[in-house]
Nanobody
Framework: QVQLVESGGGLVQAGGSLRLSCAASGSIASTNAMAWYRQAPGNQRELVAIIRGIGITNYADSVKGRFTISRDNAKNTVYLQMNSLTAEDTAVYYC??????????????WGQGTQVTVSS
């Protein structure tokens, strides 16, 4: 069993910064891609940023130059540094991690979600 615990969300003024964390724990042999998604009210869940096992990153156009995804493999943790936040960044943010347990293939796990609210 694998659990993902997110932290770091909250209320921030426009132009401010937040750093999200997502720590995976449990029966983990290795991790592959780690990603952050977000879902605003009335919208579909969208990919914000992804970092692959070898460190290659990709970002949604709307966050390029403002957000940075990183990972600490020793801690099985993925981070999302969010700068220059705007009201359009308001959403629930979810982490998604590909985890392989001993003797099992990779599968995707989701965090519980953390609310980010940007006041204008």
């Amino acid at each position: 069993q694998v659990q993902l615990v997110e932290s770091g969300g909250g209320l921030v003024q426009a132009g401010g910064s937040l750093r999200l964390s997502c720590a995976a724990s449990g029966s983990i042999a290795s991790t592959n891609a780690m990603a952050w998604y977000r879902q605003a009210p009335g919208n579909q869940r969208e990919l914000v940023a992804i970092i692959r096992g070898i460190g290659i990153t990709n970002y949604a156009d709307s966050v390029k130059g403002r957000f940075t995804i990183s990972r600490d493999n020793a801690k099985n943790t993925v981070y999302l540094q969010m700068n220059s936040l705007t009201a359009e960044d308001t959403a629930v943010y979810y982490c998604n991690v590909q985890v392989a347990s001993v003797g099992h293939a990779y599968r995707n796990y989701w965090g519980q979600g953390t609310q980010v609210t940007v006041s204008s």
